[in-house]
């Protein structure tokens, strides 16, 4: 989640982190998939360098459970393991994430004051030509305000999928709506953390296999930042 696609969006993304909209399916799907990314933005924030981020998800009738994780090249690279639950039908989608960093605590330590976890709400609705999504911390690493109380770091994101000159494209806004330290280095109130756009390519490899190649430009109005970044999905 945090810390390209984190939860970045990606995206990231993809993310992370936001949850596709399933259709209810009469039998089990599974899928497993990686990609590789020349950085980690999430959300506007810059988490890493170049990463391999696998994917691993089963669904069936509307529900689905997925774990996504990212790892740098450098040994210090922070590395991410999520876990995903969540439902779908029609464009309507609801999920909980439990999003862990290896930088703090060991994975099973779920203390208040002892944890490296954040744990995620998220609603959302695809219109086809918009998806809107909200995002709200609720356990764990929740954010903080600058009186030191539990800010409950909250996202909002907006994105539209469109067509231009024979690729996909996907335009993101996002923002946090109240005071956090979570995003943007704690920012004072509603700040706008990411406005993205991105394009993917089909490469043919053979009659039978492509490539997925994207590139996406992300800039992060709140902290000024600025990046540009490739990646291919296998």
């Known amino acids: 989640m945090k ?3 984190k939860k970045g969006g990606a995206w990231i993304a993809v993310a992370i982190l936001s949850p596709a909209v399933l259709m209810a399916q009469d039998k089990v799907e599974a899928s497993v998939g990686a990609d590789l990314v020349s950085g980690y933005i999430w959300r ?3 988490l890493g360098n170049v990463s391999i981020q ?12 997925s774990a996504w994780g990212s790892v740098g090249f450098e040994k210090s690279d922070t590395k991410e393991f999520d876990l995903t639950l969540g439902y ?3 464009g309507f989608s609801v999920s909980v994430t439990d999003y862990w960093f290896n930088n703090g605590p060991a994975y099973f330590h779920y203390g208040a004051h002892d944890t490296n976890h954040t744990f995620e709400a998220q609603v959302g609705y695809d219109f086809g030509v918009l998806a809107v999504n909200w995002y709200t911390n609720f356990a764990g690493n929740v954010g903080y305000n600058s009186d030191g109380d539990r ?7 907006l994105s539209a999928p469109f067509r231009l000159g ?11 709506p109240w005071e956090n ?15 993205g756009i991105k394009a993917t390519k089909e490469l043919k490899i053979t009659d039978s296999w492509t490539l997925p190649v994207f590139a996406q430009a992300i800039w992060n109005p709140a902290t000024e930042g600025a990046y540009f970044v490739a990646g291919l999905s296998f």
């Open 3 to 5: 810390g390209l696609l």
């Open 44 to 46: 506007g924030q810059d």
């Open 88 to 90: 779908g039908i029609g």
């Open 181 to 195: 330290d979570f995003y943007n280095g704690g920012k004072n109130g509603f700040a706008v953390s990411e406005v």
């Open 151 to 157: 800010a409950y770091a909250s996202y909002i994101a």
């Open 54 to 65: 696998p994917s691993l998800s089963i669904a069936y009738k509307g529900f689905s459970l």
């Open 166 to 176: 024979g690729l996909d494209w996907e335009a993101t806004v996002g923002a946090t």
